[in-house]
């Protein structure tokens, strides 16, 4: 794939990038830094590119898994980034590890529920993905996508205020 090529079919996704990135990350600044790291593996890949069914989707996938990466090393390295916003006056400790322990309550709630309402609802909250895009990904109806999303939604409600 040329400069040219790569232009016109991966930098349009910056913004939907942006946005993926914004849901792992805290800040802008660590969301920006990975959807740079994510353009230079797009762009290291540049010749297989072409070869994917969605470039949209490998794009998201690389987003993700870099935002994921970069979770993993904070968090293998002590969390000095993490603390990062407690140091800086945005919220108290107290505050940040409430944060983190509802987070980790909620993801433990995600993982118990059936598969299809795990996948939409990751998908359409987590990466924010639109619902015919979930739809076309799942191979379910428009319809279906949201009656698991709602279904999904409702026993996390009702499992996280038991």
Request: proline share 2%; charged share 30%.
């Amino acid at each position: 794939m040329e400069l040219d090529t790569f232009k016109y079919k991966v930098l349009p996704l910056r913004s939907k990038l942006q946005h993926i990135a914004m849901k792992f990350m805290e800040n802008e600044e660590d969301a920006e830094d990975v959807v740079q790291e994510s353009f230079i593996k797009l762009w290291r890949l540049r010749d297989k590119i072409l070869t994917y069914d969605s470039v949209e989707a490998m794009a998201v996938t690389i987003v993700k898994n870099t935002a994921v990466d970069v979770l993993r090393s904070r968090k293998y390295h002590g969390g000095e980034e993490q603390m990062s916003g407690v140091e800086s006056g945005y919220r108290t400790p107290g505050e940040w590890t409430e944060q983190q322990d509802a987070v980790h309550c909620i993801r433990q709630l995600i993982d118990k529920l059936p598969s299809l309402q795990q996948v939409t609802i990751r998908m359409k909250d987590i990466e924010g993905y639109e619902i015919h895009e979930i739809a076309e990904i799942t191979g379910t109806s428009v319809e279906n996508v949201r009656v698991n999303l709602s279904r999904a939604r409702k026993k996390l409600k009702s499992n996280l205020f038991k």
